[in-house]
């Protein structure tokens, strides 16, 4: 670029810079939210939309059912390393927990809340499973309560405002369903760069 080109384009920055332009919305209300609550059952938005992510969905009227669907779940698949650092959990479920997250077949966890229009389980580093239980194991099993349900993503940020009003987590996760990728040649690909298989145990209490 020739020195009289270059000259003529920063003229033309520095006379933008100069005469600046009205803002072209200068209200906006924050507070309103983008997409309008699902009318349906949060529990029911929720399910549907992580199944259409390729989620594996249980609804569980109790601990003793939960505890039941696990189970068969576990025996189903013929799985013997089971990991889990949250002591609530292990003490709920009473397995035979495995505790090297490297080689296990399956993780459990808890999480934050579910968001029932993206269908989306929302994982933070203060739990106890800490960053990678939910993304390093190949199957990822998450247990949560019908009051974690959410509208949306802001209420779920709302939520975790509230729970951690002095520090929130230094890691937050949105995970919708398996990990998957179209990089190569447009073909979807499961478990690239996480689980290649995602359960939520919803419990109704």
């Not at 939520?159 to 990990?179: C, E």
Request: hydrophobic letters at 40%; proline letters at 5%; aromatic letters at 8%.
């Amino acid at each position: 670029m020739s020195n009289g080109a270059k000259e003529i384009i920063l003229g033309k920055i520095k006379k933008a810079l100069a005469n600046k332009t009205a803002r072209p919305f200068p209200v906006l209300d924050t507070d309103i939210a983008t997409f309008q609550s699902p009318g349906e059952d949060l529990a029911i938005a929720f399910a549907e939309n992580f199944v259409t992510l390729q989620g594996q969905f249980s609804f569980c009227l109790d601990v003793t059912e939960l505890q039941q669907q696990v189970q068969q779940l576990i025996s189903r698949k013929d799985w013997h390393r089971i990991y889990c650092a949250d002591p609530v959990l292990r003490n709920l479920l009473k397995f035979d927990w495995y505790d090297d997250l490297a080689s296990c077949n399956a993780a459990i966890t808890g999480c934050e809340a579910l968001v029932a229009r993206t269908g989306s389980i929302v994982l933070s580093a203060a739990q106890s499973m800490g960053r990678t239980a939910s993304v390093y194991a190949p199957t990822h099993i998450c247990i949560a309560y019908n009051n974690q349900l959410v509208p949306d993503v802001g209420d779920a940020l709302n939520l975790l405002r509230q729970k951690y009003p002095d520090n929130l987590p230094s890691m937050i996760s949105f995970a919708s369903g398996p990990s998957r990728t179209a990089d190569i040649e447009k073909t979807l690909v499961t478990g690239v760069h996480g689980p290649r298989e995602v359960f939520c145990f919803l419990v109704e209490g």
